[in-house]
């Protein structure tokens, strides 16, 4: 397993570097929350949630599953140890509280996910009334696409395929019955041309029903 994060990191930084401080722009700007509690959920080695805490007021959970990664994002992190905070953690089964979080991000991770109805329920779970939660595979913009799939063409021959594989367990229909499975009151598909997000909002002002 630490083989397996020492590779994933070095990909991470030598080839999606860029990539991460555009997706977390772009998920401030889409949410307009700048402010709170925010989680990276799948962080591996920490880049998107650095880059959050950077551009942002917001402080920052970095959960991953695998615990060599969140001693990676330790390190990651130590430019802004008080902003980012590793955890090590089951997306199915989070140990944070209810309506804690303001935004949650998840970029990639999603095609790992053993249950993502399941998924999907805790992040309604944690999000805060008025929070938002983005999940799913962009590469920022079509121009960074391009020149990630060059590169990783370069270094591993079948990465089309790995993409179509990965992909096909997540298609947009297959998404949507998930999401109607898990039960979350709000959510969608956001179809970019740099990739797709599952976006779920919690309301504002959550209706609270009474016992008869």
């Not at 950077?54 to 990664?69: E, R």
């Not at 041309?193 to 309301?203: A, H, S, Y």
Request: charged share 25%; with cysteine.
């Amino acid at each position: 397993m630490k083989k397996s994060a020492e590779g994933f990191t070095r990909i991470a930084r030598e080839v999606f570097a860029p990539i991460y401080p555009v997706i977390a722009e772009q998920v401030l700007a889409w949410s307009g929350i700048r402010d709170g509690l925010a989680l990276d959920l799948g962080s591996g080695p920490g880049l998107l949630s650095v880059a959050l805490a950077q551009k942002s007021n917001l402080s920052v959970i970095a959960l991953d599953a695998d615990p060599a990664m969140s001693r990676i994002a330790q390190k990651t992190a130590a430019g802004c140890p008080d902003r980012v905070t590793p955890v090590t953690a089951d997306v199915h089964r989070m140990p944070i509280r209810d309506n804690a979080v303001s935004l949650i991000v998840s970029r990639g991770s999603i095609y790992f996910w053993n249950d993502r109805a399941q998924a999907f329920r805790e992040i309604e779970r944690v999000l805060r009334p008025g929070g938002v939660a983005f999940a799913g595979g962009s590469f920022g913009t079509p121009a960074l696409r391009e020149t990630i799939f060059a590169e990783m063409r370069r270094r591993n021959p079948d990465w089309d395929r790995d993409i179509v594989r990965r992909s096909g367990q997540a298609t947009i229909d297959v998404l949507r019955r998930e999401l109607a499975a898990s039960g979350v009151a709000h959510a969608r598909i956001r179809k970019e041309e740099e990739g797709l997000w599952v976006e779920i909002r919690k309301d504002q002002n959550p209706v609270i029903r009474h016992a008869r």
